[in-house]
């Protein structure tokens, strides 16, 4: 059963405007949620985090919004630049980190 | 620091063959992971470690998979009889705790084929 779900496996975006990833949870008792970048032929690489207490984290162009009555979370990038392409995965930190199963990012230019 | 060391990168193997895979942590991170990506499941967490220990293994599919941590600077995850379903990235991760805010750094990872 899937604790974490990243229900897009793609999306594309023009260059310049605003990214919307979305990851959906079931589990109340997470305590953090990450989000992943990953490049082809190499390893997730940590992005941006937030707590479970709070509804919003923002880094220059990335910001982090967590729903926790929705169970939702979504990371937002603007402006999108050629070099966001990449797959993202969103993960929760419990007992372990949970991970979703990614949506490839795609940015047209 | 090197960061986190996989090897090797690319595996491509027979089916019954034995698969060793190989990791090397970032010195000092007390737990050490091994997650498979699949396109179905994702990144999906096989085993972890914490100071060398096994401490959830409860993500391994089958008998056929086993994994080591013989000190705090190498770890081994192993296929015997590989198959063909067994196709898919290998991550390792380190990090100097469970859970948090930061995360895990991984590797690399290997990309093992088997045929």
């Known amino acids: 059963d899937q604790q974490v779900k990243q229900n897009s496996p793609s999306l594309s975006v023009q260059e310049g405007r605003i990214s919307i990833l979305n990851c959906d949870y079931t589990n109340s008792m997470f305590d953090y949620f990450l989000w992943y970048k990953k490049y082809p032929a190499e390893g997730p690489t940590f992005l941006i985090s937030i707590s479970s207490i709070k509804d919003k984290n923002e880094d220059g162009r990335f910001t982090v919004f967590l729903n926790k009555s929705a169970k939702h979370l979504s990371l937002h990038i603007v402006p999108s630049q050629p070099g966001d392409s990449a797959v993202y995965f969103c993960?929760?930190?419990?007992?372990?980190?949970?991970f979703g199963t990614g949506t490839r990012l795609t940015i047209i230019p | 620091d090197a960061g986190v060391i996989q090897s090797p990168r690319h595996e491509v193997t027979e089916m019954g063959q034995e698969v060793t895979l190989r990791c090397k942590p970032i010195s000092g991170h007390d737990y050490l992971f091994w997650y498979r990506q699949t396109m179905m499941r994702g990144l999906e967490l096989l085993i972890y470690f914490n100071n060398n220990v096994p401490i959830d293994d409860s993500g391994m599919p089958e008998d056929r998979f086993s994994a080591k941590m013989p000190n705090a600077s190498f770890s081994t995850l192993k296929i015997q009889p590989s198959e063909p379903r067994d196709s898919a990235v290998y991550f390792c991760?380190?990090?100097?705790?469970?859970?948090?805010?930061?995360?895990?750094?991984f590797g690399s990872g290997t990309r093992l084929t088997v045929v």
């Open positions: 993960a929760a930190s419990g007992e372990k980190l949970t």
């Open positions: 991760a380190s990090s100097p705790s469970r859970t948090g805010s930061y995360g895990y750094t």
